[in-house]
T-cell receptor, first 115, second 110 residues
Framework: EAGVTQFPSHSVIEKGQTVTLRCDPI?????LYWYRRVMGKEIKFLLH????????ESGMPNNRFLAERTGGTYSTLKVQPAELEDSGVYFC?????????????FGPGTRLTVT | RKEVEQDPGPFNVPEGATVAFNCTYS??????FFWYRQDCRKEPKLLMS???SGNEDGRFTAQLNRASQYISLLIRDSKLSDSATYLC???????????FGKGTKLSVIP
């Protein structure tokens, strides 16, 4: 079974530009999550989709970040305009709803550098 | 106080040693508990879910103490391949979001 995939693996952009990250969850997983790790900090939650609906976006830092999951399959996370502090590794994870544990499986991440 | 606290390490241990990681969490209503491992510049990989009764998977044993809000991971007979950062992760009540500790770095030395 294929795992969570993310594209691109790396992105270097200038401050003020726009970047779109993509995540493909494990097939059949209705739950999709975005997390971010900035340098020196712990991994932090950004938001959670159930199918195409945003269930929890309490971790989104500001309105420069827009996440979508049209059709309930893959998701995109757009940063517009990018700022220096947006640099970090953006992870996507997915889970299926079985039992009460909701184990989440992570993709390889997109390393974003804003210069 | 951080929501999930771990000793940052690093822990440098010889092959074959037993090593223990500890973690405390602040939200007493937390529902699920996990240990992930993360290799350098890679994604976190789920190592174990932690159950109230404690659980074991080969050389790995996880314990949960809800009264003390404490989670532990014991690795026996350490291998070179166990070298990684170990992340303590908690899921709160009524939420799917995971809260991560900063991780404890383990280096197993030949």
């Amino acid at each position: 079974e294929a795992g969570v995939t993310q594209f691109p693996s790396h992105s270097v952009i200038e401050k003020g530009q726009t970047v779109t990250l993509r995540c493909d969850p494990i097939s059949g997983h209705d739950n999709l999550y975005w997390y971010r790790r900035v340098m020196g900090k712990e991994i932090k939650f950004l938001l959670h989709f159930v199918k195409e609906s945003k269930q929890d976006e309490s971790g989104m830092p500001n309105n420069r970040f827009l996440a979508e999951r049209t059709g309930g399959t893959y998701s995109t996370l757009k940063v517009q305009p990018a700022e220096l502090e947006d640099s970090g590794v953006y992870f996507c994870a997915s889970s299926q709803e079985t039992g009460s544990i909701y184990e989440q499986y992570f993709g390889p991440g997109t390393r974003l550098t804003v210069t | 106080r951080k929501e999930v606290e771990q000793d940052p390490g690093p822990f440098n241990v010889p092959e074959g040693a037993t090593v223990a990681f500890n973690c405390t969490y602040s939200n007493s209503a937390s529902q699920s508990f996990f240990w992930y491992r993360q290799d350098c510049r890679k994604e976190p990989k789920l190592l174990m879910s932690v159950y109230s009764s404690g659980n074991e998977d080969g050389r790995f044993t996880a314990q949960l103490n809800r009264a003390s809000q404490y989670i532990s991971l014991l690795i026996r007979d350490s291998k070179l391949s166990d070298s990684a950062t170990y992340l303590c992760v908690v899921r709160g009540a009524g939420s799917y979001q995971l809260t991560f500790g900063k991780g404890t770095k383990l280096s197993v030395i030949p």
